[in-house]
Every structure is written in structure tokens, then in C-alpha cells.
């Protein structure tokens, strides 16, 4: 298994693989960049088929926390770490207790949290072993209603910039998949007057959400070609991919799901087809920018983060605004604003002949 010639591997600052004899612990933590400040990123826990899918997974999640925490204006840097195992029965406290010494000889270049296949009882643990772990119970707590609060801030955004009108009454939304993250922000789209049409695979979620929210209910193979003004996707990645291309038939694509384009061509694809897509790394950071906030110089404060979140929708409208002006797909200014922030970071910090990422905490004093 190759890790510098995979074709996920770029130009990862470090990656390191763990292992733990006790609590059979198997881990890698990748850290993408950390020229803005420390890496955050979670710790997902998946049975990975081989060592080889683990490694592109984590190399492209925390690639991607990076362009995030660049385009929330965050002073930190990207990373993740995955966990070889099966959430439903692998965990331990000795694992995750094991994994937080892991995190800690990272000296705080690094800090985790929960993600898929982990919780913040699982945090809790590792907490115990070291100070760089964020979304523990009683910190933070669940980042979704505040995910989902970004994305319906960035919904509005993306008509307001698309249609030119400023509410949602009457604008027809379908949804995909109405987890964490999908639920809320069914729940927000509702209660500003946008008509639903809703599927998860989940039939009691997808029942529960059509009768709360008075929505249309279909099939998870339906969805994404139900005709409305706004597709959102906030159930798993590639769902903009060859096939389905052709079948949506909507004017906008805004949703939570992490790497929503299979492939970064998609993106490219919708803006020919006259779709306009707001890129997942800025419309679903608001649990990121919940999570940071803990390591404020005062500490976490909710009603600090909620504000901090509304900036998603200024961020998405500029890169509207400027792929509109240079005729690019969306995804392609996203990520060139990311790429420029990271390099002024990147050069900021030699010009003051700074060291690599210091520890949050201690940088606040
Ligand atoms: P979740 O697991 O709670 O919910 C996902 C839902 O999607 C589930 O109900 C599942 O049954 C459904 N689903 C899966 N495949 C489907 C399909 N093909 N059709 C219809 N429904 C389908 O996850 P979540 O925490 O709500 O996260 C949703 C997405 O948002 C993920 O891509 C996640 O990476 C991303 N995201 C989440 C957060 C967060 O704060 N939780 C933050 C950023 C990004």
C-alpha cells in the first residue's frame, strides 16, 4: 500500500499509522495542512474492507477539513483519523483510551472529535488521555441542528442568488435523507414555508419527516430526480455522479452531505447544465465552526457559534457572485479561495519564521 502515490495523498503534511496491542486499536491520522492553525477533524469508525480504503478515506476527509476550516475563516488547519473496526461491536473504553494516547503524541498539532461511528461517550474516553479531543459530552454537544442551520442559511443564499427572491415560501425542496443533519434542516425549510418532498431509506424516518413537515414522501431511488427548485442531498457523498446527472431537475443543489460531487468534474457538469451548486465544504460547516469554538480563548458559547454561522450564507453568495462573473463552476472558486487563503497562512507564517501549528490553547494563553 503506497501512502505518498496514492491518488488521494496530497501533499498530506503527516500521516501516521497506529496500533495497540492491548485494545487491538488500528488507526491512521492524516494531517492535510496545518498552515492556518492546528488540524481539526473527527475520528471515524468504519469495518474497512482493506488498510488501502481506510487510507484514501482519511487522506481525502481531512483534505477536505482543511478547504473547510479555510472557507469558514477558521485559524485552524484539516486533519481526520479513522478507526479499523465495526462501531455496532469493536468499541471499548480500553480502544478509545488508546486512541486518545495516540492523539496525544501528536502534541497538539491535532485535535479529533466524534464523526461517523463514534459519539461523544466514545470522546469521553479518549478525553481522558489527552485535552486534544473537542465534542466530548458535556462540551459542545451534537454539531447537527447547527450543521443544519448552516445549510438552510446557505438554502436561502442559494435562492436568493438563483431565483431573486429573499423567503422560501412555496419554493420546493427535496430532500435526501433525513438523519442528524436532514431531519433539522427539513425542520428549518418548514418553518420558513418551502414545500417538501422528502426520502430516506429509513422508512420510519422518512415516514416520521413527511407527517411532521406535511411533506411529499418517495422512494431513495426517486429523489434526486423530483422535479423543485432546490435539490438537497443530506445523506451520503457521489450522489452528483454520471447517472444521476441526467436525471435531476432542479436549480439548485444544497445539501449537508461531505463530497457531494463524485468526482470534481461533476462540478463542471452541473455548471454546464445551469445548476448551481453550492459546495458542500461551505454550506455544511456550521458543526465545524460549532466545534471550534470551543477552544475560544473564553470558552464554548452557543449562542457565539450560532451567530458565527450566518456567515456561511456571505461566504457562499461571494463564491456565487464570482463564479458567476468568471463563468467557473462553483466548486472551482470554492476552491481556489481556499487554496489562496491557505497559501497566505502558509506565508504568513514564514514571514514570521513561526514554528508548524502550535496548540490552540496554549496560543490563546
Ligand atoms: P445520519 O447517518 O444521521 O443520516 C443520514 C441519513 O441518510 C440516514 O437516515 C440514512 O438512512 C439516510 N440515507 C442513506 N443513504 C440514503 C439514500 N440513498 N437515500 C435516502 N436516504 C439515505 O448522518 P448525518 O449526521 O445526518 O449526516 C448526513 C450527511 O451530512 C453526511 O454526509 C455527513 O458526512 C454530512 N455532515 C454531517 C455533519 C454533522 O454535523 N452531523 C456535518 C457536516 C457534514
Request: aromatic share 6%.
Amino acid at each position: 500500500m503506497d501512502v505518498f502515490a496514492s491518488p488521494a495523498f496530497d501533499d498530506h503534511e503527516q500521516v501516521v499509522f497506529f496500533f495497540d496491542r492491548g485494545s487491538g486499536l488500528r488507526a491512521i491520522v492524516a494531517l492535510h495542512d496545518t498552515s492556518l492553525g492546528p488540524a481539526i477533524g473527527g475520528c471515524r469508525m468504519w469495518p474497512y474492507a482493506s488498510e488501502s480504503e481506510a487510507l484514501t478515506d482519511v487522506l481525502r476527509l481531512a483534505k477536505g477539513m482543511t478547504y473547510k476550516a479555510a472557507m469558514a475563516a477558521l485559524p485552524f488547519g484539516g486533519g481526520k483519523t479513522v478507526m479499523i473496526g465495526d462501531p455496532g461491536s469493536d468499541k471499548s473504553e480500553a480502544l478509545f483510551r488508546a486512541l486518545g494516547r495516540a492523539i496525544d503524541t501528536l502534541g497538539g498539532r491535532y485535535y479529533t472529535g466524534e464523526d461517523v461511528g463514534t459519539s461523544p461517550a466514545d470522546m469521553d474516553w479518549a478525553r481522558a488521555e489527552t485535552p486534544y479531543v473537542l465534542g466530548h459530552s458535556g462540551s459542545s454537544g451534537d454539531p447537527s441542528p447547527v450543521t443544519a442551520r448552516g445549510v438552510w442559511l446557505g438554502i436561502r443564499a442559494a435562492v436568493r442568488h438563483r431565483l431573486g427572491r429573499d423567503d422560501l415560501g412555496g419554493v420546493r425542496v427535496a430532500v435526501q435523507g433525513l438523519g442528524h443533519v436532514g431531519y433539522h434542516v427539513a425542520r428549518l425549510l418548514t418553518q420558513d414555508g418551502a414545500r417538501l418532498t422528502v426520502a430516506d431509506l429509513d422508512p420510519n424516518r422518512a415516514e416520521r419527516a413527511a407527517e411532521e413537515f406535511g411533506a411529499r414522501l418517495v422512494s431513495s431511488e426517486e429523489i434526486l430526480g423530483v422535479e423543485a427548485e432546490v435539490l438537497a442531498p443530506c445523506a451520503l457523498g457521489g450522489v452528483i455522479n454520471d447517472a444521476s446527472l441526467p436525471r435531476l431537475c432542479c436549480a439548485i443543489v444544497a445539501g449537508a452531505a461531505n463530497n457531494q460531487l463524485l468526482e470534481d468534474r461533476h462540478g463542471a457538469a452541473l455548471h454546464a447544465r445551469g445548476i448551481l451548486y453550492a459546495p458542500d465544504y461551505v454550506i455544511n460547516a456550521g458543526g465545524l465552526i460549532n466545534i471550534a469554538e470551543e477552544l475560544r480563548p473564553r470558552g464554548y458559547q452557543r449562542e457565539r457559534a450560532l451567530a458565527r454561522v450566518q456567515s456561511i450564507a456571505q461566504t457562499l453568495t461571494e463564491v456565487f457572485e464570482r463564479a458567476a462573473r468568471e463563468d467557473a463552476p462553483t466548486s472551482q472558486i470554492a476552491d481556489r479561495i481556499a487554496e489562496e487563503r491557505i497559501r497566505l497562512g502558509r506565508q504568513s507564517r514564514a514571514a514570521l519564521g513561526a514554528p508548524a501549528a502550535q496548540p490552540a490553547r496554549a496560543a490563546a494563553g
